[in-house]
């Protein structure tokens, strides 16, 4: 049974998926010239809005259980790049002993790093919750 926290994780991940998928598809907008910069800037800027948003409901949802973690989502609010939020991510999943998958995901995030957070946070949670 899923925990609360796991819950919301999940929740996050599906916002985070849906998020990207319209940033990539307004940049092909945007490349095709169905919208031009202006418009983009504006729909990206609210775009960004979100993601915020839900960084911030992530930190909420993970505070004070992994420093290291918190560590990474701070840096990903700071907009910090994604090579460094994915470098710390990586870390943090290599010390709690997370799957494979989650690792490989880390390397192969193509632009999604947010989803990616929430799956080692995910990690992090069922960790928790395994050793409670």
């Known amino acids: 049974m899923l925990s609360e926290a796991q819950s919301k994780l999940i929740s996050l991940k599906a916002r985070a998926m849906a998020l990207q ?3 990539t598809d ?3 907008q945007r490349n095709n010239g169905i919208i031009d910069e202006g418009r983009f800037a504006l729909l990206a800027g609210h775009l960004d809005q979100q993601r915020i948003a839900i960084l911030m409901e992530l930190q909420q949802a993970t505070a004070g259980k992994d420093p290291a973690f918190d560590s990474v989502v701070n840096s990903a609010l700071e907009k910090a790049p994604d090579e ?3 470098a710390g991510l990586a870390k943090v999943a290599d ?3 997370l799957g494979t998958e989650i690792k490989e995901g880390i390397k192969e995030h193509r632009g999604a790093i947010i989803s990616t957070i929430i799956d080692v946070g995910l990690g992090l949670l069922g ?3 395994g050793a409670g």
Request: charged content about 35%; glycine content about 14%; cysteine-free.
């Open 127 to 129: 960790k928790a919750a």
């Open 84 to 86: 460094q939020v994915g």
């Open 95 to 97: 010390e709690k002993g």
């Open 26 to 28: 307004l940049e092909q």
């Open 21 to 23: 998928n319209r940033l």
